[in-house]
């Protein structure tokens, strides 16, 4: 029961055609999906035919869709702000006194070379996506947040970056021993003990991350291909490299495929296609393999989108609001848990959460005016509960991933 849906593959082959195709039909059918790229070209603002931005955006013509393009511009300040801090002011009129002007001097040249802005190893960018995800999947305000992945190759970078952590985090320590005796005299010594946890923060969520990405009752990852060798034989490979980090491929969507056509030209691409898809079916039988036909237009706007959505899982249907558990779509289906299902009775209101990650140890509830507070994962989700109550006859309970609040009237 997936919360989270990746889209990846080797670059132009449609992953943001197929991921946003997919979004607008799962929000067609009710639940409330949140559409994520990573794409500095912003090629999804493109495909929907709406501006999106660096924060959820609703998606004109598409009521439970919100849209979210990454900033390219944001750095590793985002993420360690502290450490962003930590780069700078380390010279001046204090450090030169005590060191001297070439010392004062030396040291500025190296602060300067390793800004935080600049400290962006293979993969950091990743991270800082992924890290962006992470929060909304953690977040129940929508039931499905659907991922249009950058090219494979950075995914792989990312899935690479807790082994080389280490070297990183040195190279930065190292600076701060420079450093951390004068600082020590003109600010304290907490700062590099504080500076240090950061960076030990990070590289656990960085971990975490990975986790969840590898884990197939929060995570599906859908592989986009089209029936050209080179694209076929890098999807082989990244299929491959996917399952050494344990994440595995739930479907492969074959895009742009030749139609059925009484003409020579393309009955001989056709003959072509098929070995390439025969390939892939031998290579990963018992995996679905989904196909989409090459269209004789460009694939934007909705109209275009929900035409692929209907070939890939049929009609959109609205689903029941009361079903936490739902399999959606016909051929292409996924399993999936509503983020909030409320139920109401003469004895009390119910809500069942789908929390994947949560940390259990640091959940409070408090009330006010209606309102029940739920803290998790550094965050506060609030339910509206309409009425009066007492905040401490409210019982919780977790079941799996699953915090189930009952509410007395």
């Known amino acids: 029961m997936v919360r989270l849906l990746l889209f990846g593959g080797k670059g132009g082959v449609g992953k943001t055609t197929m991921a946003s195709a997919t979004a607008v039909w799962l929000a067609d059918s009710g639940l409330r999906t949140l559409l994520i790229s990573s794409d500095p070209a912003h090629s999804t603002s493109d495909s929907l035919e709406a501006k999106l931005g660096p924060k959820p955006t609703p998606v004109p013509g598409v009521p439970n869709l919100e849209g979210l393009e990454l900033d390219p511009e944001m750095g590793a300040s985002a993420l360690m702000p502290m450490l962003n801090q930590a780069m700078g002011g380390v010279t001046g009129g204090p450090l030169s006194a005590i060191l001297g002007q070439d010392a004062a001097d030396g040291i500025k040249n190296e602060a300067d070379s390793m800004s935080a802005s600049d400290l962006m190893l293979p993969g950091m960018d990743e991270a800082i996506a992924f890290e962006t995800i992470l929060r909304h999947v953690e977040n129940p305000r929508h039931d499905v947040v659907v991922f249009d992945?950058?090219?494979?190759?950075?995914?792989?970078?990312?899935?690479?970056?807790?082994?080389?952590?280490?070297?990183?985090?040195?190279?930065?320590?190292?600076?701060?021993?420079?450093?951390?005796?004068?600082?020590?005299?003109?600010?304290?010594?907490?700062?590099?003990?504080?500076?240090?946890?950061?960076?030990?923060?990070?590289?656990?969520?960085?971990?975490?991350?990975?986790r969840i990405m590898a884990d197939d009752s929060v995570t599906t990852f859908s592989l986009v291909t089209i029936p050209e060798r080179m694209a076929v034989s890098e999807s082989i490979r990244a299929a491959d490299a996917l399952a050494e980090f344990q994440i595995l491929v739930d479907r492969i969507l074959v895009n742009r495929c030749t139609p059925?056509?009484?003409?020579?030209?393309?009955?001989?691409?056709?003959?072509?296609?098929?070995?390439?898809?025969?390939e892939l079916k031998d290579r990963y039988e018992g995996l679905n393999i989904h196909t989409v036909p090459?269209?004789?237009?460009?694939?934007?706007?909705?109209?275009?989108?929900?035409?692929?959505?209907?070939?890939?899982?049929?009609?959109?249907?609205?689903?029941?609001?009361?079903?936490?558990?739902?399999?959606?779509?016909e051929p292409m289906y996924f399993d999936v848990i509503?983020?909030?299902?409320?139920?109401?009775?003469?004895?009390?209101?119910?809500?069942?959460?789908?929390?994947?990650?949560?940390?259990?140890?640091?959940?409070?509830?408090?009330?006010?005016?209606?309102?029940?507070?739920?803290?998790?994962?550094?965050?506060?989700?609030?339910?509206?509960?309409?009425?009066?109550?007492?905040?401490?006859s409210v019982q919780a309970e977790f079941n799996g991933d699953l915090l189930i609040v009952h509410i007395p009237r």
């Open 260 to 278: 059925n056509l009484d003409h020579p030209f393309l009955q001989s691409r056709r003959d072509i296609e098929q070995g390439y898809l025969a």
């Open 294 to 329: 090459l269209e004789s237009s460009d694939i934007h706007g909705l109209d275009h989108l929900r035409r692929v959505g209907s070939h890939l899982m049929g009609a959109a249907e609205p689903t029941d609001p009361s079903s936490t558990e739902i399999r959606i779509g």
């Open 338 to 392: 509503r983020s909030e299902v409320r139920d109401e009775s003469d004895e009390r209101t119910t809500y069942t959460l789908h929390l994947p990650g949560a940390d259990r140890s640091e959940m409070g509830l408090r009330g006010e005016e209606g309102v029940l507070y739920i803290s998790l994962n550094g965050q506060e989700k609030s339910l509206n509960i309409g009425r009066d109550f007492d905040p401490n």
């Open 149 to 210: 992945t950058a090219p494979t190759g950075h995914t792989l970078r990312f899935l690479g970056l807790p082994e080389i952590l280490d070297g990183w985090t040195d190279r930065i320590l190292r600076l701060m021993r420079m450093t951390g005796g004068i600082r020590a005299m003109l600010m304290g010594g907490s700062r590099e003990n504080e500076i240090r946890g950061e960076i030990e923060r990070f590289q656990r969520r960085v971990r975490h991350i990975r």
